[in-house]
């Protein structure tokens, strides 16, 4: 039973449209992630959050903006799409106390794809 | 710079044999290292951690190393299945960060 849950699973869409993937957790955990991963590459983090309120910019420059407003929710947007876009976007959380303690639990990913 | 380096080849081997996977890095001081497995299309799924003091640790079928002086973990399969069959991520956590760095994977293949 899935306790981190992402909508869509798959989107097609055309340039210059607006778009928000879901991401939604059930455990409670401050700590909130997105990935960005292309075919056969290693993840890269372009968004984090340590709790409500919370945002920061991960290691990989995005276009995407993402909001913390409830626990559960992490969602993230892309104002305008492009077909540079293109990609599975993953989203995790982390339990733990410390800064760095613990396993991530990750969604089951949103393959976008900008036409 | 900061890498994650794992055999970008396949990992081919025979059922029951014992798969070993290999990650390298530099520049990195890891409080911890992880792996998890990912079937396509997927997330991926955590499986193991090990601390910057352990030298192994072992869960099932599962054995990990980590030597802080190599820099690499070596993430072993033992009896291996066809359903081990998917691409295994190493990943790092650098002392007093909140990120965790993944490795692009290796992809293994188990035969029948």
């Known amino acids: 039973e899935a306790d981190i849950y992402q909508t869509p699973r798959y989107l097609v869409i055309g340039t210059g449209k607006k778009i928000t993937l879901e991401c939604s957790q059930t455990m409670g955990h401050d700590k909130m992630y997105w990935y960005q991963q292309d075919p056969g590459m290693e993840l890269h983090l372009i968004h984090y959050s340590y709790g409500v309120n919370s945002t920061e910019k991960g290691d990989l420059s995005s276009e995407s903006t993402v909001s913390r407003i409830r626990t559960e929710h992490f969602p993230l947007t892309l104002e305008s799409a492009r077909p540079s876009h293109t990609s599975q976007y993953l989203c995790?959380?982390?339990?733990?106390?410390?800064?760095?303690?613990?396993?991530?639990?990750f969604g089951e990913g949103s393959r976008l794809t900008v036409l | 710079s900061q890498k994650i380096e794992q055999n970008s080849e396949a990992l081919n081997i025979q059922e029951g044999k014992t798969a070993t996977l290999t990650c390298n890095y530099t520049?990195?001081?890891?409080?911890?290292l992880q792996w998890y497995r990912q079937d396509p299309g997927r997330g991926p799924v955590f499986l193991l951690l090990i601390r910057e003091n352990e030298k192994e640790k072992r869960k099932e079928r599962l054995k990990v190393t980590f030597d802080t002086t190599l820099k690499q973990s070596l993430f072993h399969i033992t009896a291996s299945q066809p359903a081990d069959s998917a691409t295994y991520l190493c990943a790092l956590v650098p002392n007093g960060g909140f990120k965790t760095i993944f490795g692009a994977g290796t992809r293994l293949f188990v035969k029948a």
């Open positions: 520049n990195y001081s890891p409080a911890y």
């Open positions: 995790a959380t982390r339990g733990g106390a410390g800064l760095g303690s613990g396993e991530l639990f």
